[in-house]
């Protein structure tokens, strides 16, 4: 358990759905993240929220839609995802933005599958 | 920026040492970090050095940091089953907000 809870674990999703991923930390931290992880590929950062304003956003397509109501929730909206948008989805946070060594926590992932 | 990069995978028999390396590019790297990653699991932190360390210890893992190649290794003593997993390095500059992640080594440990 690290304190950060991603739901769902698992999801189903047809090309023309809308869904979305919820993940929420019980650390007190101010920094959250979306990161992508897809095999054969290193762990690609999509977004960073730093006391819930989007501080990076890393070319990510407009169907990957972030929101961060508050400091300890954030979400990620999907619409018309494409196949190869299938992967691991992994929210984490830290502190502050990772600036001397702020360590980064990750919940255990959402699994997506787009059919 | 930087990139990472780990060898992909990694068999050792049970009782043995393991030895993960990884390289980076960024010499302004200021924090190291190994990761964990179990079947069905997200990330989990195993450890991390300071840019400005040798070396780290803590029970089975000895981190290892070699700054003039940019190399850095995590060995794990008696290696058990429960050992089996993916490994990540990754490297944070403190210019950055984030970490940058290698491809990740899987390691099967055989009984």
């Known amino acids: 358990e690290t304190g950060v809870t991603q739901t769902p674990r698992h999801l189903v999703m047809g090309m023309t759905n809308k869904k979305s991923l919820k993940c929420e930390q019980h650390?007190?931290?101010?920094?959250m993240y979306w990161y992508k992880q897809s095999a054969k590929k290193p762990l690609e950062l999509m977004f960073v929220?730093?006391?819930?304003?989007?501080?990076e956003n890393n070319s990510v397509p407009s169907r990957f839609s972030p929101e961060c109501p508050n400091s300890s929730h954030l979400f990620l909206h999907l619409h018309t995802l494409q196949p190869e948008d299938s992967a691991l989805y992994l929210c984490?946070?830290?502190?502050?933005?990772?600036?001397?060594?702020?360590?980064?926590?990750f919940g255990e992932g959402s699994w997506l599958t787009v059919v | 920026g930087e990139d990472v990069e780990q060898s992909l995978f990694l068999s050792v028999r049970e009782g043995d040492s393991s030895v993960i390396n990884c390289t980076y590019t960024?010499?302004?790297?200021?924090?190291l970090y190994w990761y964990k990653q179990e079947p069905g699991a997200g990330l989990q932190l195993l450890t991390y050095?300071?840019?400005?360390?040798d070396m780290k210890q803590d029970q089975r893992l000895t981190v290892l940091l070699n700054k003039k190649d940019k190399h850095l290794s995590l060995r794990i003593a008696d290696t058990q089953t429960g050992d089996s997993a993916i490994y990540f390095c990754a490297g944070q500059n403190s210019g950055y907000s984030t970490l940058t992640f290698g491809k990740g080594t899987m390691l099967l440990v055989s009984p």
């Open positions: 650390l007190g931290h101010n920094a």
């Open positions: 984490a946070s830290s502190q502050d933005k990772p600036l001397s060594g702020n360590t980064i926590y």
């Open positions: 929220y730093n006391f819930k304003e989007q501080t």
């Open positions: 050095i300071f840019s400005n360390m």
């Open positions: 960024d010499s302004s790297s200021t924090y």
